[in-house]
């Protein structure tokens, strides 16, 4: 039990191998032990015998005794080295007892568990025990002298069973008492882990002990001392038998050593005592020292030295090496209970601040105790001091003392940390220096708090110099920034803020970052009344409420923004060199915008960001081995035209905006082209996208209406599951794609998805050219499922090389016209339904057609042979069907109509009742038809309204007709359509 003192010592009851005893001992080594004694014990040879010799015949007689033990047993003899073989089951009994003089065991970390007692020393000297390993045990290791008993050398010296142990790397777990020492003394006990344990050690009427660089954890009891050099006497129950002469001469119970306070109390140093109940518990003793530990418990000492007038030492003298807590100096315990600071107000001579020695509340007294710790352990400052990287949880001014290093924690990788509001930081010339290897390590950091004043820092080294992040209000006075990765980081993209508050800051041009002058203009002045515009050597660049603003001939890096402007009316940004910043560009608020012809490189984030501005004009920029080139959110009227990207993320991420003309740009090794979100009335045409390799396509719009894609062309240069060109989903109503270039070039991989419209509907889908689109059995020239009643019409489009040339699925759709060419399956309907399929053109192919849905699709016609169109796909006179390359029909009357149904592959069992060929036959009666087709009602295809300011940018994508040009031949339809 916790605390407790045993009645009975620990018995032992070992298994049954023999015990290990001299007599056991190979004859040859008997012999070489017996000379090795008489030779030591012979004054004459001793003489005369060069003791080099010697040590090597004893070193030879040392490691020739050693035995390997793979059982429990007794081991009793003399100069035994022993080491363990395997992990032991006890099964509830004493595992190993031991008694001898110079034992050594070492159990090499194997484990002994279930035992009553893991290993028993009793009676025993110098017994040496190494890397053992118990758990789930009574006892772990017990020393014990039961009986003193003492033996007489040849000086008739009389030398009594002391112990004198050392138990060195000992790791003991869910033990009742983990190192029991019962009348034992001048033991050694390090490197010690004992952890879920009743008591973790304990000392009975033992004296001289030392206890160091241990750890004791979420144990009853840390440590117990009770009975054991008491205050002002030895007279214990036991004295300390060391050595006693006779005839007369004097008595030494100890040697002297420097180390021992007062009476042979023990000694706990550089030790760690965490989460245990009770740290410390010392019970009728005196004169232990116990110093440079760590004491983080519920209750760390408990004592009745105070009502015994007992007296324990607390701390060692002042010296400034490295304690246990990484201090500069040590002396006493670190205390999770005392509250007092490192300021300098402590006597001489820890009377200087950062030696990590508490000044004030002196002494720390343990309770229970009579003195105290007057070198208490501590790295805790006055509260508004700022000498170690340290989080700000209070508003007020704080003041940095020294120069600090690094960062909080290896968790937290921030140096100063902002949590409060109104909080005044003054470095007061101090620096801020990252000596770490993160990646992602802060100088000062703040995020959701205002009005943050940093003033006459150096900050240095880190990834991100200043970190601010939704934070109102503020200023920068006096502040150095160098050789970090981002001096100033204003985060504009986390969340997207878009209150212009958080710009409005007072910041001087006496703000450096690289050697250069911070220029922060807000109403058109810096915070020390410096008129727009900045001059050419500006390090950084912001415009806050402005109107007619130019900047240009800027060469901006290692910030984030480089440049930013908020408010702005009328704003121009060309000629410009923005590189190795964060975000190059930012603009907020603003209208009339025209970015033009800039250089933008080596931006980790985005080259451009532009939020909630109106009529935005990018062009002609140069964006290089960037993250992503250009973000467009929120805002309307922009164009993006003629730019040139190489090696970049994105080159266009654009969301939540309205009216977009993308045009012209040229790609090239982009990770990711062009993707929309919720954006409605955008066009994007001329563009040029090659090698991409990133995103799902080349061009991926998301829950975006009237989208008109036309003449882009481009390629794909790395194996990826995606390979899309064009893919639209979810959600994405009305538009037209046309005229688009798509195929396989040289140094690209095969397309999986040309054309992928998935979930959306009411597109015109015409005059593509498609090749090549072969990644998996399901790639697609083009695919539209999901549509359900939003009709789409695809027409005029030439897929070539294919696993599926057109498929649609849980959708209805016109398709004719179209031309597929070897492809696995030409046409395809699967679980599709109102479907008409007319005048197009398959061959080469391994499956022309496949239905599987019975009798849900139309594959010629509706109203059957029509010979008032024009010519057919395949020059004949008739419309009627589609042209099979495997049909093996003729056409008997010269209408280019075969005279036989052409029987479309799948469940469906469905006809093409009027296929095309321009094979002749004489001329034969057409069959009885056995199946009626279905004649489906033609779904009325009808668009949101069209504002009327972007009709001019729709041009030849509004149609509202009957009719529809084929081959420059005007056909009428079945049905009305009316797409924009």
Known sequence: MEGKIPHTLPTHRAPSPPALAP????????????????????????GRMNRI??????????FASTYALSACQEIRGENLSLTLDNNLDAQGQTCFYIEGINITFNCRNYLIYNASTAILVNNSHLINLYNCRIENSGNGIVLQVQTPVSYSDQYNIIIMRNTSASLINITITNTTNGILLNRTHQNTIRFANIKNSGNAISLFYSYANIIENSTFT?????????DAASNGSQQNATPIPFKSAKEGKSTDPLPVNDTVRGKYGSIIRHSIFQNNSIGIKLNQ???NSIYNNIFNNTQNVLSDSFSSNYINYWNSSYECVKSIINGACRGGNYWNDYYGYDDGSGLPPHDVYFDDVGDTLLPYIPNGEVSGDWLPLTKTLPPNWIGYCRNITQPGSYIQKRNIFGVISFSNHKCIEVLANDVVINCDGFNITDNTTYTDSYGVYISNYSNLTLANCTIQNYTTGLYERNSTSGALFRNTL?????????????????????????????????GRKVYYFVNGRTGDGYPYPAPLDAGFVGVIHGANILATGYDLYNNSPAMMFVNISSLEIKNNKVWKSGVGVYVLHSENVDIKNNNLSLNSVFDIFGNSNERTNISRNNFTNTGDAILIYKSNNTDISSNNAMNTGYFLSVFYSNYNDIHKNYLNYTNGSIIFVGCNYTNIHENEMWRNCGGSALIRGIESNYTYIFLNTGSWRCESSERGFIYLFPSCLY???YNNTIKRYPDSVTWHWVIHVNDGGYFLIHDNYIEDARYTSTSCGIQLPYCGERRNMVYNNIVKNASNGIRAFYCKNDIFNNTVLFADRGLVLEFASGNYVFNNYVANSTVHAFDDLMRANVWNLPEGINCSRGPNIIGGPCWGGNYYGNYTGCDGNGDGIGESYYQISGAAQALDLFPLTNTLCKFQPRPVEEKKPVQTTPVEVKPLPSPEQKAEKKGSAERNSTSISVNSTQISLPFYISIH
């Open 285 to 287: 003793t005196a004169n």
């Open 218 to 226: 979420n144990n009853q009891l840390g440590a117990f001392i009770y």
């Open 53 to 62: 010799k010697l040590i090597i015949l004893a070193l030879f007689i040392l």
């Open 735 to 737: 538009g037209e794609i």
């Open 482 to 514: 160098s050789n970090d990765r981002y001096n100033i980081y204003f985060d504009v993209v986390t969340g997207y803020p878009s209150e212009i508050s958080q710009f409005e800051k007072n910041i001087t041009t006496d703000n450096y970052v690289y």
């Open 23 to 46: 007599s056991l001992l190979p004859a040859s080594l008997q012999m070489l032990t017996t000379t090795f004694l008489n030779i030591c014990t012979n004054n004459i040879i001793w």
